[in-house]
């Protein structure tokens, strides 16, 4: 079963949410109808514009707390090298 770190943002350089899942497409749905009332649906954080996937859940709760402790500007430039428009990716996903 595949893990997934995933980043969320209200708009190009807006705010980031970060989270770690093993349904990707599931989560990125519940973020975006504001399922459950959090920081998500508070900011309006409902853009999935990064993901990375992983085997093991261990390797991913740990990049996840990893990616956490980085500078805004290092998460910048880790979205706009994967999705240099900051496209919404989540009608690309197989759902």
Known sequence: MPYFV??????????????????????????????QLGFTSRYGVTRLVWYETYEHIDEAITREKALKTWRRDWK???????NPEWSDLYPTLNM
């Open 76 to 82: 910048i430039v880790l979205i706009e090298e994967f």
């Open 6 to 35: 995933y980043m969320l943002s209200s708009g190009r350089h807006g705010t980031l949410y970060i989270g770690v899942t093993n349904d990707l497409a599931r989560r990125a749905y519940q973020h975006r109808t504001k399922a």
